[in-house]
């Protein structure tokens, strides 16, 4: 390798264009990806560059190359860690160099001073009590939220109160008026904000958290580093035990990422870290601008911040010294990027710890059959929590067979025994869930003569049909009013099928008129505020009865709550992955663990078609290892994951024969290349064949898997695929590869 493509001082230039430079003989033995070196530039004499690329071959005039003048000593900066980190990951998980970089590296953009806007409590506490007692009678329930808060707290974000508090503008000003709080901007003072709450939310740790906790530190304390996996109940106290470990790594001087699924990253979760860790914490979501990010990457690098709490891109926060991530709800699907490269950020992590040194914890009630495999090899610590940490009680779980109930001449969505226990809780003025795991008016549209599902015209997916009569694509958004005939055999009797949360919606409300009902799914909650709207008014109980898609199940405290109702548990069973059954244990395990988080007692039902499946069974028991101990057989049987390893290589294109015969061709090339390890069946391939969904946004769309015991041996592939890139971006095709896939293609 005699040139090197180079990032021109990244803190400058935009990431997209690379130089190239000679690499002088005598340097050649020093230099890799990721290595720091000083060139010339334009007019300058040096500067500094990261050598992202490596090749034998010029790309412009040879005359017109510079070399490279040396390596900078001492080149080991948070940024060049962050390069290294993306050369791991383009080696892992393919795709190209720069599409690396852009994920491990903040997005550039100049810093304004920020002005943070803070409400506080301006009058006694007396006072404040009076007005929140009197707000209390009259049902002002967002008035008499923000004071309790502001009783607790003195001082809160303006940011919170409005979008996790979900208070208006109004209602802030109407108490600013009567002088109970005041409203004031300033520039960040990082020192005076919010203090941390010495006496605040500490909680005594029970037996097994202290073992939980105690299994780290020492570790910690005698320089091990280690993945340790929490594997404890919903409602054991997995956060304190997180927090308390965090404590100790932070006053060794040390910082720390913990990585919580957006979804569950909810007000009562800020509060509780801020109440703990004050201003050395900084949160971190998608809704944050560019620069707002940016900013919170710039405090974690001059250290003016020991946290960082976000979703899976919190992981790439430039601190000096990381001691320890922490990834809570660590099964979660959100965790797999979904753009490319498809990383998931708990393999991230691990190379992060690897790199610098730093521990790794990860939670969950419902481990990734991944984690809780390598706990169970020994390469993994597990620590258990076996009981929740208030005496609540787990829920009593009842599963109803819906083939028995139609056989009993009930054709509702509801069992009977449903509808007594819903009554029951209405009249007991407790809160009710229902559950369906997926969206839409009623499901898809047959045709009862032909079978034949009315789709998409563009991504080959059946369309569902709204309220208003219209049917919609979920991909692309496509829209058309329902047909008279069927468009395939043009019989008049098409109807919709099956059930949706709307549908649920007005069945309850028929059931149950009086009853105050929320529904929250995809098309309720198109902006994130409305999200947290339907969420505070539930948690504020001014509704009932919540019915909602998977988004209700995850992470979510409602304490009134103690009835939860799985109205189809079987239909996550049909995904077309080999995760289904996993992703339906979770589901149920997380729907079942909503019911009696305080201390009512909490009931279940879970209705199915398929009430002796594994998954159904076992989640109804709470059972995690039964489960485990069954999917796992079925996951070696077939070398899936954990017990093998799964590439999907997806190449889309607007011609629908060239893009096949694209990925026919690269195919045979690569079966050619490891035509021996084939032979002997250490490598399997599938394919390729049209995708699941063989057409999104007028992209045709093939697919070819290819399976190993090692997962080396596909990394090898991605990089044999690197060799053709240029000829299928040349013909208009997008290549993607997914490695141990999250999703079906
Ligand atoms: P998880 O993260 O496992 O779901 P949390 O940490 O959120 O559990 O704890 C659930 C509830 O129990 C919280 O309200 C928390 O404050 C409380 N809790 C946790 N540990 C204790 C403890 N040792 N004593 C009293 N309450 C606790
Ligand atoms: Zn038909
Ligand atoms: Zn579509």
């Given at each position: 390798m005699t040139y090197a493509d180079i990032i021109v001082d990244i803190s400058h230039e935009t990431i997209d264009r690379t130089f190239q430079y000679r690499i002088p003989e005598d340097l050649q033995a020093s230099v890799k990806i990721g290595t720091k070196v000083n060139i010339p530039f334009g007019n300058r004499k040096e500067m500094t560059g990261y050598i992202v690329g490596l090749s034998s071959m010029p790309k412009i005039e040879e005359s017109r190359i510079r070399d490279i003048i040396g390596v900078v000593p001492q080149g080991i900066s948070i940024d060049s860690r962050m390069l290294e980190l993306a050369a791991w990951i383009k080696t892992n998980y393919g795709g190209t160099m720069n599409e690396a970089l852009k994920t491990v590296l903040p997005v550039k953009k100049s810093i304004r001073p920020q002005l943070k806007t803070e409400i506080a409590l301006a009058c006694t506490e007396e006072r404040a009590k009076e007005v929140l007692e009197e707000s209390r009678k009259k049902h002002y329930v967002a008035k008499a939220r923000l004071i309790a808060e502001l009783l607790e707290t003195n001082v809160l974000p303006k940011e919170l109160v409005s979008s996790k508090l979900n208070i208006s503008a109004a209602t802030i000003s109407a108490l600013e008026k009567q002088g109970i709080l005041e409203v004031r901007s300033e520039k960040i003072d990082r020192n005076k904000s919010?203090?941390?709450?010495?006496?605040?939310?500490?909680v005594n740790l029970n037996d097994e958290q202290e073992a939980a906790c105690s299994a780290v530190i020492n570790d910690l304390k005698e320089g091990k580093r280690e993945t340790y996996l929490v594997f404890g109940v919903t409602g054991s106290g997995k956060t304190e035990v997180y927090m308390e470990i965090i404590d100790h790594v932070v006053k060794n001087g040390k910082q720390v990422i913990v990585l919580i699924p957006e979804i569950a990253l909810t007000f009562q979760t800020v509060l509780r870290f801020t109440k703990r860790f004050g201003d050395r914490v900084a949160f971190f979501n998608s809704k944050l601008s560019e620069g707002e990010r940016y900013d919170q990457y710039l405090k974690a690098k001059e250290g003016s911040i020991d946290i960082m709490i976000g979703p899976r891109s919190a992981l790439f926060t430039p601190f000096e010294n990381p001691g320890l991530i922490v990834i809570d709800e660590e099964h979660e699907g959100a965790y797999k990027s979904e753009g490319v490269p498809k990383y998931h950020a708990r393999e991230v992590a691990e190379q992060i710890c690897r790199m610098t040194g730093a521990s790794l914890v990860l939670g969950s009630a419902t481990p990734s059959l991944e984690s809780f495999r390598r706990a169970e090899t020994g390469e993994y610590k597990l620590l258990k929590l076996t009981k929740r940490a208030k005496e609540a009680e787990l829920p009593e779980v009842e599963i109803v067979d819906l083939r028995e109930e139609l056989k009993n001449k009930n054709r509702t969505i509801f069992s009977l025994e449903l509808v007594r226990l819903m009554d029951d809780r209405l009249q007991k003025k407790e809160q009710i869930m229902l559950f369906l795991n997926r969206r839409g008016y009623s499901g898809f549209v047959s045709c009862r003569s032909c079978g034949e599902a009315i789709k998409c015209p563009h991504c080959s997916v059946s369309l569902t049909q709204h309220r208003d009569g219209h049917l919609r694509c979920h991909y692309c958004g496509y829209e058309t009013i329902m047909p008279k005939?069927?468009?395939?055999?043009?019989?008049?009797?098409i109807a919709a099928f099956g059930t949706g949360t709307q549908k649920i919606e007005e069945q309850v409300k028929k059931l149950f008129p009086s009853a105050r009902v929320l529904r929250m799914d995809a098309d309720t909650t198109k902006n994130k505020e409305s999200y947290e709207k339907i969420l505070s008014s539930f948690a504020n109980e001014e509704a009932d009865i919540l019915i909602g898609t998977q988004m209700i199940v995850k992470g979510h405290d409602f304490p009134h709550v103690t009835l939860v109702g799985i109205l189809a548990a079987d239909l996550s069973l049909h995904a077309t992955d080999y995760r289904a059954a996993e992703k339906t244990f979770q589901l149920l395990a997380q729907a079942a663990g909503r019911a009696g988080r305080a201390s009512l007692k909490g009931n279940v039902i879970i209705q199915t078609y398929r009430p002796d499946h594994y998954a159904i069974t076992t989640a109804a028991e709470q059972d995690y290892i039964s489960f485990y101990e069954q999917e796992v057989l079925f996951r070696k049987s077939l070398c899936y994951p954990p017990m093998g390893h799964i590439m999907a290589v997806l190449f889309s294109g607007k011609n629908d024969a060239d893009c096949g015969a694209s990925l026919r061709r690269v195919t045979a090339k690569i079966i050619d290349k490891f035509a021996g390890l084939v032979d002997n069946k250490e490598l399997v391939s599938m394919g390729p064949?049209?995708?699941?969904?063989?057409?999104?946004n007028d992209l045709y769309r093939y697919v070819v898997y290819f399976k190993a015991q090692k997962y080396s041996l596909l990394t090898d592939i991605c990089a044999e695929i690197d060799e053709y890139r240029d000829e299928i971006k040349a013909a208009g095709i997008i290549c993607q590869i997914d490695l141990d896939p999250m999703i079906g293609y």
């Amino acid at each position: 390798m005699t040139y090197a493509d180079i990032i021109v001082d990244i803190s400058h230039e935009t990431i997209d264009r690379t130089f190239q430079y000679r690499i002088p003989e005598d340097l050649q033995a020093s230099v890799k990806i990721g290595t720091k070196v000083n060139i010339p530039f334009g007019n300058r004499k040096e500067m500094t560059g990261y050598i992202v690329g490596l090749s034998s071959m010029p790309k412009i005039e040879e005359s017109r190359i510079r070399d490279i003048i040396g390596v900078v000593p001492q080149g080991i900066s948070i940024d060049s860690r962050m390069l290294e980190l993306a050369a791991w990951i383009k080696t892992n998980y393919g795709g190209t160099m720069n599409e690396a970089l852009k994920t491990v590296l903040p997005v550039k953009k100049s810093i304004r001073p920020q002005l943070k806007t803070e409400i506080a409590l301006a009058c006694t506490e007396e006072r404040a009590k009076e007005v929140l007692e009197e707000s209390r009678k009259k049902h002002y329930v967002a008035k008499a939220r923000l004071i309790a808060e502001l009783l607790e707290t003195n001082v809160l974000p303006k940011e919170l109160v409005s979008s996790k508090l979900n208070i208006s503008a109004a209602t802030i000003s109407a108490l600013e008026k009567q002088g109970i709080l005041e409203v004031r901007s300033e520039k960040i003072d990082r020192n005076k904000s919010y203090a941390a709450d010495e006496n605040g939310e500490k909680v005594n740790l029970n037996d097994e958290q202290e073992a939980a906790c105690s299994a780290v530190i020492n570790d910690l304390k005698e320089g091990k580093r280690e993945t340790y996996l929490v594997f404890g109940v919903t409602g054991s106290g997995k956060t304190e035990v997180y927090m308390e470990i965090i404590d100790h790594v932070v006053k060794n001087g040390k910082q720390v990422i913990v990585l919580i699924p957006e979804i569950a990253l909810t007000f009562q979760t800020v509060l509780r870290f801020t109440k703990r860790f004050g201003d050395r914490v900084a949160f971190f979501n998608s809704k944050l601008s560019e620069g707002e990010r940016y900013d919170q990457y710039l405090k974690a690098k001059e250290g003016s911040i020991d946290i960082m709490i976000g979703p899976r891109s919190a992981l790439f926060t430039p601190f000096e010294n990381p001691g320890l991530i922490v990834i809570d709800e660590e099964h979660e699907g959100a965790y797999k990027s979904e753009g490319v490269p498809k990383y998931h950020a708990r393999e991230v992590a691990e190379q992060i710890c690897r790199m610098t040194g730093a521990s790794l914890v990860l939670g969950s009630a419902t481990p990734s059959l991944e984690s809780f495999r390598r706990a169970e090899t020994g390469e993994y610590k597990l620590l258990k929590l076996t009981k929740r940490a208030k005496e609540a009680e787990l829920p009593e779980v009842e599963i109803v067979d819906l083939r028995e109930e139609l056989k009993n001449k009930n054709r509702t969505i509801f069992s009977l025994e449903l509808v007594r226990l819903m009554d029951d809780r209405l009249q007991k003025k407790e809160q009710i869930m229902l559950f369906l795991n997926r969206r839409g008016y009623s499901g898809f549209v047959s045709c009862r003569s032909c079978g034949e599902a009315i789709k998409c015209p563009h991504c080959s997916v059946s369309l569902t049909q709204h309220r208003d009569g219209h049917l919609r694509c979920h991909y692309c958004g496509y829209e058309t009013i329902m047909p008279k005939k069927c468009p395939s055999c043009g019989s008049p009797y098409i109807a919709a099928f099956g059930t949706g949360t709307q549908k649920i919606e007005e069945q309850v409300k028929k059931l149950f008129p009086s009853a105050r009902v929320l529904r929250m799914d995809a098309d309720t909650t198109k902006n994130k505020e409305s999200y947290e709207k339907i969420l505070s008014s539930f948690a504020n109980e001014e509704a009932d009865i919540l019915i909602g898609t998977q988004m209700i199940v995850k992470g979510h405290d409602f304490p009134h709550v103690t009835l939860v109702g799985i109205l189809a548990a079987d239909l996550s069973l049909h995904a077309t992955d080999y995760r289904a059954a996993e992703k339906t244990f979770q589901l149920l395990a997380q729907a079942a663990g909503r019911a009696g988080r305080a201390s009512l007692k909490g009931n279940v039902i879970i209705q199915t078609y398929r009430p002796d499946h594994y998954a159904i069974t076992t989640a109804a028991e709470q059972d995690y290892i039964s489960f485990y101990e069954q999917e796992v057989l079925f996951r070696k049987s077939l070398c899936y994951p954990p017990m093998g390893h799964i590439m999907a290589v997806l190449f889309s294109g607007k011609n629908d024969a060239d893009c096949g015969a694209s990925l026919r061709r690269v195919t045979a090339k690569i079966i050619d290349k490891f035509a021996g390890l084939v032979d002997n069946k250490e490598l399997v391939s599938m394919g390729p064949a049209p995708a699941g969904i063989s057409k999104i946004n007028d992209l045709y769309r093939y697919v070819v898997y290819f399976k190993a015991q090692k997962y080396s041996l596909l990394t090898d592939i991605c990089a044999e695929i690197d060799e053709y890139r240029d000829e299928i971006k040349a013909a208009g095709i997008i290549c993607q590869i997914d490695l141990d896939p999250m999703i079906g293609y």
